[in-house]
C-alpha cells in the first residue's frame, strides 16, 4: 500500500503564487509515474501536470509556462509550482502514484484563487 498526503493549498489572490506538495509513504518501489489532477466545482476531474520517473513531464495546455512538476526522490515527495494563479485555477488538487496497474490517491487539497 501507498499513503498520500497533499499539503499546501490556501487561498491566493490572481497572479499569485503556491506550491503543492504530495508526500508518500508505504510501499512505494517501483512507482513510475506520478501526476496532480484537480477537479473544479461542477466539473470532470482533469489532469494537471505528470512527471515519470524517467522525469519527463506533460502539463495540460491551460498550465503550460506556469506550473511546473518536480519530485524529490530522497524525501518520497512531488511538488506542484504554481504560479501566476487564475480564478480558473480553483479546485481540489489531488496528487496520484502509479505503479503498473495499481495506482494511489491522496484526499486533495483546495486552492481557491480569488480577490
Known amino acids: 500500500q501507498v499513503q498520500l498526503v497533499e499539503s499546501g493549498g490556501g487561498l491566493v489572490q490572481p497572479g499569485g503564487s503556491l506550491r503543492l506538495s504530495c508526500a508518500a509513504s508505504?510501499?512505494?518501489?517501483?512507482?513510475?509515474?506520478r501526476t496532480w489532477y484537480r477537479q473544479a466545482p461542477g466539473k470532470e476531474r482533469e489532469l494537471v501536470a505528470r512527471?515519470?520517473?524517467?522525469?519527463?513531464?506533460t502539463y495540460v495546455d491551460s498550465v503550460k509556462g506556469r506550473f511546473t512538476i518536480s519530485r524529490d526522490n530522497s524525501k518520497n515527495t512531488v511538488y506542484l509550482q504554481m504560479n501566476s494563479l487564475k480564478p480558473e485555477d480553483t479546485a481540489v488538487y489531488y496528487c496520484?502514484?502509479?505503479?503498473?496497474?495499481?495506482?494511489?490517491w491522496g484526499k486533495g487539497t483546495l486552492v481557491t484563487v480569488s480577490s
Open positions: 512527471i515519470t520517473s524517467g522525469g519527463s513531464t
Open positions: 496520484n502514484f502509479a505503479k503498473g496497474v495499481l495506482d494511489y
Open positions: 508505504g510501499f512505494i518501489f517501483g512507482i513510475n509515474v
